[in-house]
């Protein structure tokens, strides 16, 4: 029995036989143990995709590359025909109609937008929109009246108030119509209070600039002979006017003309009337006739003159003859029996730039009287009619 060696207490345990392992192994000289060549995950995917892609040492036929190349061609010309068929079946389409909308909408701002809301901030907003728009749907969402509207009533109410005449009356000049209509301030505002973009927009307003124009005219044009000093009337071309543009236009010509003054020929003025009643009583044999007669003669024209030179009292003729000729139509028109051919030499208010107008066709103008403005006679038969 060998006597061994007390383990030393401070010596770590099995030291002593790897010691010894080593020792062993550098006698021996066993060759070292290969170190494991072990690759990571994302090295193996590289790896595979590296292989699949590597050019294969395979050679393939002839008619595989013919094969392959016809794979290539027909998928080539198949996805052509469908961006194709895409292009021309929707994507065109659906562009033409955004188009054809986009032009109708702006062309529909310009329209409401014109004249002086040329560069109105709300027409370059609605103007982006419309131009940035990527459907028809949301170019129909697009509201231009509304804003046009309130931008037209806003514009024409200010500049009512900037041409308004010393009667407090402005013109109102339609563009698209080349008339004009004389109004008084009140009137002009409930227009433009009443109607949308689509008529402001054809209207502006201007300071009345106006002359009297004399016309003499027949009964027939000076509205029957029923209209008054101060009527207002509106004057249009009766139906022997060829211009068939003014034929089709059923507004006046010239509106809101005031009448200044009316005169009748002087043979109007000549009276030399008789009224005679008679009656025959009988009896028996004794006939006993009876009479009563009445002459008047006067000149109208000669007894104003008269009256002048003081020859009577002047105040009380005037009284007298006071709208002679108005209450002569006037009972004409009651009894249904007057002179048709009567002429008038009328003095009337016109627009300044509707003078020669209005002289050139004086054997072709017509006066009317607006219901609106009608004189009372006219309003008392027309509220006995319809009572």
Same mark, same amino acid.
């Given at each position: 029995?060998?006597?061994?060696?007390?383990r030393?207490?401070l010596f770590?345990?099995? =030291?002593?036989?790897?010691?010894?392992?080593?020792?062993?192994?550098?006698?021996?000289?066993?060759?070292?143990?290969?170190?494991?060549?072990?690759?990571?995950?994302?090295k193996?995917?590289?790896?595979?995709i590296?292989?699949?892609?590597?050019?294969?040492t395979?050679?393939i036929t002839?008619?595989?590359?013919?094969?392959?190349? +016809?794979?290539?061609?027909?998928?080539?010309?198949?996805?052509?025909?469908?961006?194709?068929s895409?292009? =021309?079946?929707?994507?065109?389409?659906?562009?033409?109609?955004?188009?054809?909308?986009?032009?109708?909408?702006l062309?529909?701002?310009?329209?409401?937008y014109?004249?002086?809301?040329?560069?109105?901030?709300?027409a370059?907003?609605?103007?982006?929109?419309?131009?940035?728009?990527?459907?028809?749907?949301e170019?129909e969402?697009i509201?231009i009246?509304?804003?046009?509207?309130?931008?037209?009533k806003?514009?024409h109410?200010?500049?009512?108030?900037?041409?308004?005449?010393? =009667?407090?009356?402005?013109?109102?000049?339609?563009?698209?119509?080349?008339?004009?209509?004389?109004?008084?301030?009140?009137?002009?505002?409930?227009?433009?209070?009443?109607?949308?973009?689509?008529?402001?927009?054809k209207?502006? =307003?201007?300071?009345p600039n106006?002359v009297?124009?004399?016309?003499?005219?027949?009964?027939l044009?000076?509205?029957?002979g029923?209209? /008054?000093?101060?009527?207002v009337?509106?004057?249009?071309? /009766?139906?022997?006017?060829?211009?068939?543009s003014? +034929? /089709? /236009?059923?507004?006046?010509?010239?509106?809101?003309?005031?009448?200044?003054?009316?005169?009748?020929?002087?043979?109007?003025?000549?009276?030399?009337?008789?009224?005679?009643?008679?009656?025959?009583?009988?009896?028996?044999?004794n006939?006993?006739p009876?009479?009563?007669?009445?002459?008047f003669?006067?000149?109208?024209?000669?007894?104003?003159?008269?009256?002048?030179i003081?020859?009577y009292?002047?105040?009380?003729?005037?009284?007298m003859?006071?709208s002679?000729?108005?209450?002569?139509?006037?009972?004409e028109?009651?009894?249904?029996l007057? %002179?048709? %051919?009567?002429?008038?030499?009328?003095?009337?208010?016109?627009?300044?730039d509707?003078?020669?107008f209005v002289?050139?066709?004086?054997d072709?103008?017509?006066?009317?009287?607006?219901t609106?403005h009608?004189?009372?006679?006219?309003?008392?038969?027309?509220?006995?009619?319809?009572?």
């Amino acid at each position: 029995m060998t006597n061994k060696k007390p383990r030393d207490p401070l010596f770590p345990k099995g =030291f002593g036989e790897t010691k010894n392992i080593k020792e062993k192994y550098k006698e021996e000289k066993l060759p070292k143990p290969s170190k494991k060549d072990e690759l990571s995950p994302l090295k193996k995917l590289n790896h595979k995709i590296g292989v699949y892609l590597s050019p294969k040492t395979t050679k393939i036929t002839e008619d595989e590359k013919k094969r392959k190349i +016809g794979i290539i061609i027909a998928t080539l010309i198949l996805i052509t025909l469908v961006v194709s068929s895409y292009y =021309f079946l929707v994507y065109q389409p659906q562009q033409e109609e955004l188009s054809i909308v986009k032009t109708e909408k702006l062309n529909e701002l310009h329209d409401l937008y014109s004249g002086p809301l040329v560069t109105s901030p709300t027409a370059s907003v609605l103007e982006n929109k419309i131009n940035n728009a990527k459907s028809p749907e949301e170019l129909e969402s697009i509201n231009i009246l509304m804003p046009a509207t309130k931008d037209w009533k806003s514009y024409h109410k200010k500049s009512i108030l900037s041409n308004q005449d010393k =009667f407090n009356r402005t013109m109102a000049v339609y563009s698209n119509e080349s008339k004009n209509m004389i109004m008084n301030s009140e009137e002009a505002m409930n227009i433009v209070s009443e109607n949308d973009a689509t008529i402001l927009s054809k209207i502006k =307003f201007e300071k009345p600039n106006t002359v009297s124009v004399p016309l003499l005219v027949s009964r027939l044009q000076a509205g029957a002979g029923l209209i /008054n000093v101060g009527s207002v009337v509106d004057i249009y071309l /009766n139906s022997n006017y060829t211009n068939e543009s003014a +034929g /089709n /236009n059923t507004s006046p010509d010239v509106s809101g003309c005031t009448v200044l003054s009316i005169m009748r020929y002087e043979d109007n003025g000549e009276i030399d009337s008789e009224y005679s009643k008679s009656t025959v009583h009988v009896k028996g044999n004794n006939t006993n006739p009876r009479e009563n007669t009445k002459t008047f003669s006067s000149n109208v024209l000669e007894l104003l003159k008269g009256s002048i030179i003081k020859g009577y009292g002047e105040q009380e003729t005037i009284q007298m003859l006071k709208s002679y000729g108005v209450k002569l139509s006037n009972y004409e028109r009651q009894i249904n029996l007057g %002179d048709l %051919d009567a002429q008038y030499m009328l003095l009337i208010e016109t627009p300044q730039d509707k003078v020669d107008f209005v002289l050139n066709n004086m054997d072709n103008i017509v006066l009317t009287i607006p219901t609106s403005h009608a004189p009372t006679w006219m309003v008392k038969e027309i509220s006995s009619t319809y009572k």
